[in-house]
Every structure is written in structure tokens, then in C-alpha cells.
């Protein structure tokens, strides 16, 4: 056997571990007959993943199945004590911190709240001695961590993870992974909140077996993620995806990063004077002029630069995630008229538009997961 082929054989046997391990994730509990009719993978092959596994303590049996009159397969699933994923989610002043089973099953969950003043360093020590005791609170179902997933509100450059300024925080530079890395001796997974919320959508929302959607975080700024071909896309450095600080208007107001005009400055809770979507929604349903007519501003300023992002890239879905699920029909219906405004029909038909199932629970979910993928490529 020559070098090249050895090589190509060893990567075939990675990528069917890997895919195995990701539809018996999905599928569980499952028999290795279905296992191997969901991969594509011949029986031989999943017995051989499935026995390597199962002597690494990584999946268990679960009951059986009759799926025939005299017979009956085993089941089977990843354990769930065997180890667990722990999740940090930035958001403007508040952490979300969470602990999960392999399953994303989350056991143990916290905060840590903050001002614009306080020192990143204090914020980050208290997040690492949050995270610790949640850690250990979960110790009955088991001792070992896993990894650690971060899903930060800014702009975070590849190869290093260096966080690029929260403009809502006044954070620049902050080496998170390093500090991470060393306090707990894990992989440390760190990408954008959009991009997470996009996993998040990936394997428990909309984008489910979906090869090329757009996913918008849209909260207290707005923030996005490019699948495209079933990847995420990241461009050159990682900052693929930024569309919270696209000129929509030349005169438009001035955004906390400097500019004019921004998307974020005029379609997301920025727009409402830092309140929360849900608070307007509640006065627009008792009739509030005022509130009805920023939302409905809110909904056409959406729509005109969810055009630019369907004419770039040509989506089958778009999905409206974050804050602004709660606004139903009030953002919705003149987004989709403003749409109807700029984008071609043909184009526009195909192209669905949708908020996420999951409110602003896709970016938790993405990160645990991020941590989980981890186990599937090992
Ligand atoms: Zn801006």
C-alpha cells in the first residue's frame, strides 16, 4: 500500500467514525441496522465504530427493538455519564453559563451580571468561579469536562479567538480562549454567537438538514451567520457574516462603532431606545401608536437589508432569531412587504423567511453543541 493511499484510507475511517457517531446523535436510540441505513455505511463498518465506542465507554445498550415477528436488535446511545460540556454565552451585561450532558441536556445554569465599567478581568474571574461550581455541582452524573464552548457578542478574529471590541462593553483584545484554556484544561471552543445559534438551529431548529440558510441574531444589536453548501461560512479572518454594521442609511443615526446609518442602530432594540422587543410588543397590542409605528420601522428596515443578504447569497431560508422572535406579525408583515419591494419573485418564492423556533435559546444550545461535534471528531 503506498503512503497516499494509507493516508486516504486513514481519512476514510475518520470521516465514517465521524458521521456515525454525528447520526447515531441524532437518531438515539437506534439499532445498528438503522444506524447504517441513516450513514449510508455498510454493517461491517458501523459494527466495527460501534465496538470501538462501546470499549471506550462512550456509547451504552438501551432496551431492544422487535422490529420483525422472532426478532430483536439492541439499541443503542451515548452514554450519558460520560462526561460533560460546559457553555458561556456573552451577552450585553449579562453571561449565561450552563452545564450539559453529552446530549445537551442542560443540568446546571447561571449568570453572572455586570456594568459597562466593570473590569473584563473581574467579569472573566467571576465567570471561571461560576463555572467551576457548576461543574462540580453536576459531579453525580460525571467528574469529567469535556470542553468548554464560547459564544461571544462581538467580532472575533480566527486563528487566535481574539475577542474584537464589544462595543456595547468597551472590551478590545481580550485573549478569552488562553485565559479559558488555563483554568480549565479543556478544548476551549470559541466562536460568534450567530455562528453558534446557527449550529444551535442546525440541530434542534429550522436549519435541520438545510445546506444554505442565513441566520440573524437579532436582540440588542443584530449579528449573523452564513451557511452556505452545508458549512459555515467564515471569509478571510472569521468576520464573515457581520452584517450588524452594514450602511443601510447614508444619513442615518451614528452607531456606537463610529459610523452612520448602521443595520443594527435601525432594526434592532437599539432602535427602541435599548428596550426590549417584548415591551413594545405589549403596547402595541393595547393599541400604542408610537410603539406600533417603531416596530412596523423596525419590520421594513429589516426587510431592506435581509434583501442585500438574500441577493448576495441566495438562501432557502432566513432565519430571525434572538429578542425579536416574540414580534410576530408586527415586524413581520412589513419585513416581508419590503422584501417583496427589492428582491426578484423568482428568487423571493424561494426563499423562506421564518422566526426560530428555539427563541434566544439557539445560541446555548450551538455552543453545548460545539463542544459535543468535539467528541464526534475524536
Ligand atoms: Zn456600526
Keep these: 500500500m503506498t503512503h497516499k ?7 476514510m475511517k475518520q470521516q465514517n467514525r465521524e ?12 439499532s445498528r441496522t438503522l444506524l447504517a441505513q441513516e450513514t449510508g455505511l455498510n454493517k461491517a463498518t458501523i459494527t466495527n465504530v460501534i465496538a ?24 443503542i446511545m451515548f452514554n450519558k455519564s460520560y462526561g460533560l460540556c460546559a457553555g458561556v454565552v456573552f451577552r450585553p451585561q449579562v453571561i449565561s453559563l450552563a452545564v450539559s450532558d453529552i446530549y445537551a441536556t442542560i443540568l446546571w445554569s447561571e449568570e453572572v451580571r455586570f456594568t459597562i465599567s466593570t473590569d473584563p478581568m473581574e467579569v472573566i474571574g467571576q465567570l471561571v468561579e461560576k463555572l467551576k461550581t457548576g461543574i462540580s ?3 453525580h452524573v460525571s467528574t469529567r469536562l469535556l470542553g468548554v464552548g464560547v459564544g461571544t457578542a462581538s467580532l472575533l478574529r480566527e486563528g487566535d479567538d481574539m475577542l474584537y471590541a464589544i462595543h456595547s462593553l468597551d472590551w478590545k483584545n481580550i485573549p478569552l480562549r488562553n485565559i ?15 455562528n453558534n445559534g446557527m449550529v444551535g438551529e442546525q440541530y434542534f431548529g429550522l436549519a435541520k438538514n438545510i445546506r444554505n440558510a442565513f441566520y440573524l441574531s437579532i436582540g440588542y444589536g443584530i449579528g449573523g451567520s452564513i451557511l452556505a453548501n452545508g458549512k459555515i461560512t467564515r471569509g478571510q479572518d472569521g468576520f464573515a457574516g457581520d452584517v450588524g454594521h452594514m450602511t443601510i442609511d447614508l444619513n442615518g ?14 432594526a434592532s432594540e437599539i432602535f427602541l431606545d435599548y428596550r426590549p422587543f417584548a415591551e413594545y410588543i405589549d403596547r402595541a397590542n393595547q393599541g400604542d401608536k408610537e410603539a406600533i409605528k417603531k416596530l412596523n420601522l423596525i419590520g421594513k428596515n429589516l ?29 413581520m408583515n412589513p419585513l416581508r412587504s419590503e422584501l417583496k419591494a427589492r428582491v426578484w419573485p423568482f428568487v423571493l418564492e ?27 471528531k475524536s
Excluded at 493511499?5 to 481519512?11: H, I, P, R, S, T
Excluded at 426587510?303 to 410576530?328: A, H, M, Q, R
Design 137 to 139: 455541582s453536576c459531579s
Design 180 to 194: 479559558l484554556s488555563k483554568e480549565f484544561k479543556v478544548p476551549i471552543i470559541v466562536d460568534t454567537g450567530s
Design 350 to 376: 424561494k426563499t423562506r423567511i421564518e422566526y426560530s423556533t428555539l427563541g434566544n435559546t439557539s445560541n446555548m444550545l450551538g455552543t453545548l453543541m460545539r463542544v459535543i461535534e468535539t467528541i464526534f
Design 19 to 30: 458521521k456515525t457517531m454525528q447520526e447515531l446523535w441524532i437518531h438515539s436510540p437506534i
Design 5 to 11: 493511499n494509507a493516508m486516504n484510507q486513514a481519512a
Design 253 to 266: 443615526p451614528y452607531c456606537r462603532c463610529g459610523k452612520r446609518g448602521c443595520w443594527e442602530v435601525m
Design 52 to 75: 470501538d465506542l462501546q470499549s471506550n465507554n462512550l456509547i451504552t445498550t438501551i432496551g431492544t427493538e422487535h422490529s420483525k415477528p422472532g426478532r430483536s436488535q439492541s439499541l
Design 303 to 331: 426587510g431592506k437589508g435581509i434583501s442585500t443578504i438574500i441577493s448576495v447569497l441566495n438562501p432557502e431560508l432566513v432565519i430571525l432569531g434572538c429578542d425579536v422572535t416574540v414580534c410576530g406579525n408586527w415586524v
